[in-house]
Structure formats: C-alpha cells, structure tokens
C-alpha cells in the first residue's frame, strides 16, 4: 500500500526551533516530488513549496522562502519541513503529498500534522 | 503568483443534483489544473487532474474540463458523501497556487 505517514503533533513555544517528518512507503520515494501544504485553522489550503529526493531539487513559495526549510534522506525515505524560529502564526496543520510529475497534482497525502505555537 | 479564484463561495445543494464548481486563473495555466475534495478533519483527496483526467478511484460523476484560465467541476448527481470542500490547484508555474475553495453543503 502506497501512504505517506506524518509525525505527531507538536506543541511549541515562539522562538522554538521544529522539525516534522513525513515518511513514504510502498513506491519509489526518489522517483515522486513531495510537497508540503499548510492549512491555518478554518482557512484554505496554501502550497508551500515541494522538492525532489531524488536530487533535492526544491522549490519554494515566496510567501515561505527563508521561513522554512525542506530537506529529504533517501536512506530512509524521509521528508521533513523544518523552522529555526516558531511564531504564533505557525499554528496550522501540515499536511505533505506526493505528486509523480510536478504538473499532475499530488496523488497521495499524508495524515497532516497540527502544529500549535503558544506562549 | 498566478492567483486561483473559485465560485462560488458555497453553494447549497439537495442530493441528486448536478453541481458545477468554478475556478479561474489569473493567467494561462494550460491544462495543468488538479481537483481536490477536503472533508472535515481529513486529508484532501485528488479528484481531477490535467483538467479533466480521474484520480484513480474517483467515481464517473465527477468529471473537470477546461483550459487555459477557465475551468469546471462538475458532480453530475450529488451523493451524500460528496458534501465537502473543494480546491482547485493550477501546477504549471511555480509557486504552484490554490484557490480559496468551494464548500458544497445540504441544502
């Protein structure tokens, strides 16, 4: 069976640094972008940005460039979106996906993980 | 940013009837335009993608066309199942962009 499966929920301090993971199984993780969607409480689907584990090739949104980071270990078949400072504002579900080709949409989705950053 | 609007915002629907979802694009996306349906507290799922083509395991009363800036969904008779929120998702430029979905609910 093909899924994604995403770490637990986190709960953080403004400030805190956090890295969540987003694991692949059942098909060829180097051969399939992963993407990584962020949904704010009560609010739409926003594209954060994607990358390749084949070679790391990575695309950001703007609305995110230098606010996160994303990185893979094809070891293990591992995504991971990662921030060096939380804010308030990064409260929301992530959610990761694949897509085989960057143009077809994202096929297969990870459970999401809700993050909550509060003081 | 190529910017997605979808109309309308909600729409109000009795099972059985056709539904149409609209999305635009602010520019030319070709036909590189995905569906998905969100249900409350899960993952969305792909219906349509490259316009018009079926996720595999979507039902036949889902169907998209379109290219170009404008698009369609069309649920042909709604199911009680189908009540959901749904985004379209253009992929031909980066930033890839969504709209701001369409809630379907029971009228």
């Known amino acids: 069976e093909v899924q994604l499966v995403q770490s637990g929920a986190e709960v953080k301090k403004p400030g805190e640094s956090l890295k969540i993971s987003c694991k692949g199984s059942?098909?060829?993780?180097?051969?399939?972008?992963i993407g990584w969607v962020r949904q704010m409480p009560g609010k739409g689907l926003e594209w954060m940005g994607i990358?390749?584990?084949?070679?790391?090739?990575?695309r950001y949104s703007p609305s995110f460039q230098g606010q996160v980071t994303f990185s893979a270990d094809k070891s293990i078949s591992t995504a991971y979106l990662q921030w060096s400072s939380l804010k308030a504002s990064d409260t929301a579900m992530y959610y990761c996906?694949?897509?085989?080709?960057?143009?077809?949409?994202?096929?297969?989705w990870g459970q999401g993980t809700t993050v909550t950053v509060s003081s | 940013e190529i910017v997605m609007t979808q109309s309308p915002g909600t729409l109000s629907v009795s099972p059985g009837e056709r539904v149409t979802l609209s999305c635009r694009a602010s520019?030319?996306?070709?036909?590189?335009l995905a569906w998905y349906q969100q249900k409350p507290g899960q993952a969305p799922r792909l219906l349509i993608y490259?316009?018009?083509t079926r996720a595999t395991g979507i039902p036949a009363r889902f169907s998209g066309s379109g290219s170009g800036t404008e698009f369609t969904l069309t649920i042909s008779s709604l199911q009680s199942e189908d009540f959901a929120v749904y985004y379209c998702q253009q992929c031909n430029n980066w930033p890839q962009t969504f709209g701001q979905g369409t809630k379907v609910e029971i009228k």
């Open positions: 990358i390749y584990p084949g070679d790391s090739d990575t």
């Open positions: 490259g316009a018009s």
């Open positions: 996906a694949r897509a085989r080709i960057a143009v077809d949409g994202m096929d297969v």
């Open positions: 059942g098909y060829r993780f180097t051969s399939y972008w």
């Open positions: 520019q030319s996306v070709s036909i590189n």
